[in-house]
Every structure is written in structure tokens, then in C-alpha cells.
């Protein structure tokens, strides 16, 4: 049996390639490279998890794929329903830790907030996710597999990468994930309906730019150097002004927005001054704002904000002709809101 299992480890996961990948594999298989397509459909569009299900695919070239590859998939291990229908998954992973999804019907659409990796190494002293550390990088086949899962049961419109990880630290599984979710052959999602979400890794937010087309959001959350070098340590080595002026260069879809995120946190980043600073540094820049109310979790040392702070920054930015929403917490009773998840990572938490 163990002997079984490293053999299917050592087997390509055709859930980790992008076509131009799955068709080169099948190119050195001695394949017609339209015959990727076909297979991309069938993982991403009719949901095969066996060759068998391909049924289009001749008995022999499916049994020659099943030498040499394998179709890994998610069920979920757990799925729990909000009051305000937020669906939170749990799946666990092949090495035994978990991950979670989180699917957040509006009237006018569904949104998967998929995770990119198990913890995450920025240790952003607000949230949660960061205080159990990096465990690892999810494989581009463990992030397209969310999705996968998902739509099995559910439609998905959009997808925001702004669960577990910091998915900027993983772009050489997450640019393939993006690049099967927004192919025309894979998950056929508009790239103006996929949004990275990324605490300021600025070297990376180039590489993103450059390597596919989707919408930015920048975890923010700060308005001087001072107060985002306490809050989140990435912020020391790329400040506040190289993480504006690479928000500048983005290449955005048409006629798109960068989404600048802003957790409010009471006493630290709520004030008037701090909206007044916000509006100085995006000036110029084409933005939405998105207002988070800081969620508490047990333990933490920050306090969620008073309605009347948020209010009052909410109403200045809109005087001050910024686009804003304040982002109504979906799933808190199941602990599916911003920066509350964390799967089951303890019993491997040694930190
Ligand atoms: N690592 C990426 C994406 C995941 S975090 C990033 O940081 O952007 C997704 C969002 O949750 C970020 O905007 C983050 O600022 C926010 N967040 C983290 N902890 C939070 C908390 N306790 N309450 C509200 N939002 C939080
Ligand atoms: Fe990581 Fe984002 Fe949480 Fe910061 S806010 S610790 S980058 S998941």
C-alpha cells in the first residue's frame, strides 16, 4: 500500500498544469495538442475525477494517461452554512492539513474566496490566519481543486484569492491556478471577475502584472509608515510609498479599479486624519475602497471599531470623491469572516 502511494505521488497531477503545460506533456507523450482542451474541459467544465469519465478519449490514450498521470480532487471534509447563507469549506489535504473555502452568495452573484497557502509567513498582527505561521505552499492543483469542489455543488461567479495565505508568496502555483480559472477551455471565469489579494509584496505585484490579466487588491490598511510597520512587517521592506507607486504601474483589466483594502481597528487607523491621509495617498490612482470593520478573534489584542468611526471615514471618503463600499461582514457566526480562518493547523503548530 505505501509502496502504491509514493507511485501516485510521483505521477504528474494534471490539476498542476496550465494548457500550454498540459499541452506540452501530451506533446512529449507523442499526443495532438488539441487534445488538452479536450481534457480541460472535462477537470473543469463536466467535472471528471476519473480517465474513465472521459469518454471522448479513445480506451488506449486513457489508459496510457493513467501510467502517467493522475486527477487528484477535493470532497469537502466539512461545510458549514451561515445565517446569511456564507458557506465555509473545510478540505483536507493529502499531507493531513486543512484548508478552508469560503463561497458568499449575493443577488447578482457568487463569490469563492479560495485559499492559497496552509498559514501564512507575513504575520500581520490583526489577523488570525498569520498567527499560526506558514506551513506550506498549496500546489496549483490544491488551489484550481477548491474551485473544483465547489462547483460541484454551488454556481461560482467570481473568485477573490484572499482566504488562508498570502498568495503573492506563491505565484508559482497560484499564476497557473489563475490561468486555469480564467482560460476559456478551464473555468471560463471573466478575468475582470478575479481579484488577488495581496498585503504589498511589491516585487511580485509586477510579476502578477505581468504574467496574467486580473484585478488587485491591496491589503492596506495603514496610513503612515509608522502605523503599517507595527501592523503588518512587510511594510518595512516595502513602505507605504513603493507599494502606491507599484498600484500605479498595475496593468488592470479594461477599464478596472485597484481595490485598496482598510481594516478599521479601533484607536489605531480609524481617525479622521488617518481617512484624510488615505485620500492624499490615492490621489490619482484609479481605486475603490473597501472598508473592513476589524473582526475579533479570542486572544487578539485589537478592538473592532465603533459605527460612528466608520461611518464618519466611510462619509469622508465619499466627499472627498472616492468610490467606497464598508464591506458588510458575511459568515462571522461561522467563523468565515475576513482574517478569521484557520482550518485545523494546530496539532502540527509547533510555534
Ligand atoms: N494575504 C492576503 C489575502 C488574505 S487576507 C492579504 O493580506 O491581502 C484577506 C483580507 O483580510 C486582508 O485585506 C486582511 O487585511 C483582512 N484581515 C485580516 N485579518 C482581519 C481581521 N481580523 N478582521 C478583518 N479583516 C482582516
Ligand atoms: Fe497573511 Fe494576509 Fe493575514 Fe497578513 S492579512 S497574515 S498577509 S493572510
New binding site residues.
Given amino acids: 500500500m505505501k509502496g502504491f502511494f509514493i507511485h501516485i505521488m510521483e505521477l504528474v497531477d494534471l490539476k498542476d498544469l496550465s494548457l500550454e503545460s498540459l499541452e506540452a506533456f501530451l506533446l512529449g507523450l507523442g499526443k495532438e495538442k488539441y487534445r488538452a482542451k479536450q481534457i480541460f474541459k472535462w477537470l473543469y467544465q463536466r467535472g471528471a475525477t476519473t480517465f474513465d469519465d472521459m469518454t471522448d478519449l479513445s480506451k488506449d490514450f486513457r489508459r496510457e494517461l493513467s501510467l502517467k498521470s493522475r486527477i487528484s480532487s477535493f470532497v469537502p471534509d466539512t461545510v458549514e452554512i451561515s445565517k446569511d447563507g456564507t458557506k465555509k469549506y473545510l478540505f483536507v489535504l493529502e499531507d493531513g492539513s486543512s484548508i478552508e473555502s469560503v463561497l458568499i452568495p449575493e443577488e447578482d452573484r457568487a463569490t469563492l474566496c479560495v485559499s ?1 497557502q496552509v498559514g ?1 509567513a ?1 504575520g ?1 498582527r ?5 498567527t499560526f505561521n506558514l506551513k506550506r505552499n498549496l500546489r496549483c492543483s490544491e488551489i484550481v481543486n477548491q474551485f473544483c469542489a465547489v462547483q460541484r455543488t454551488d454556481r461560482i461567479t467570481n473568485v477573490v ?7 503573492l508568496a506563491n505565484l508559482d502555483n497560484v499564476i497557473p491556478a489563475l490561468k486555469i480559472m480564467t482560460c476559456p477551455d478551464g473555468f471560463q471565469i471573466s478575468s475582470r471577475r478575479v481579484t488577488v ?3 504589498g509584496l511589491v516585487p511580485e505585484i509586477e510579476k502578477l502584472g505581468s504574467a496574467v490579466t486580473v484585478n488587485l ?3 492596506l ?1 495603514a496610513t503612515t509608515d509608522e502605523q503599517r510597520d507595527l501592523l503588518m512587517p512587510v511594510n518595512r521592506a516595502y513602505p507605504i510609498a513603493k507599494l502606491i507607486a507599484a498600484c500605479r504601474k498595475f496593468p488592470l483589466p479594461n477599464r478596472r479599479m485597484i481595490t485598496i ?1 482598510y ?1 478599521l481597528v479601533r484607536g489605531v487607523n480609524d481617525s479622521i486624519e488617518d481617512a484624510k491621509r488615505l485620500v492624499k495617498l490615492l490621489k490619482g490612482i484609479p481605486v475603490k475602497v ?1 472598508l ?6 479570542a486572544g ?1 489584542e ?1 478592538k473592532s471599531p465603533e459605527q460612528a468611526a466608520i461611518d464618519r471615514f466611510h462619509s469622508y471618503l465619499l466627499e472627498k470623491n472616492l468610490t467606497v463600499i464598508t464591506r458588510a ?1 458575511r459568515g462571522a457566526d461561522i467563523s468565515a ?4 480562518l484557520r482550518a485545523r493547523m494546530e496539532k502540527d503548530d509547533t510555534n
Fill in positions: 492559497t501564512c507575513m500581520c490583526f489577523c488570525l490566519t498569520g484569492l484572499m482566504g488562508m495565505g498570502e498568495p489579494s495581496t498585503s487588491a491591496v491589503s490598511n483594502e481594516v473597501n473592513i470593520r476589524f473582526n475579533e478573534y487578539c485589537f461582514s469572516a475576513c482574517g478569521q
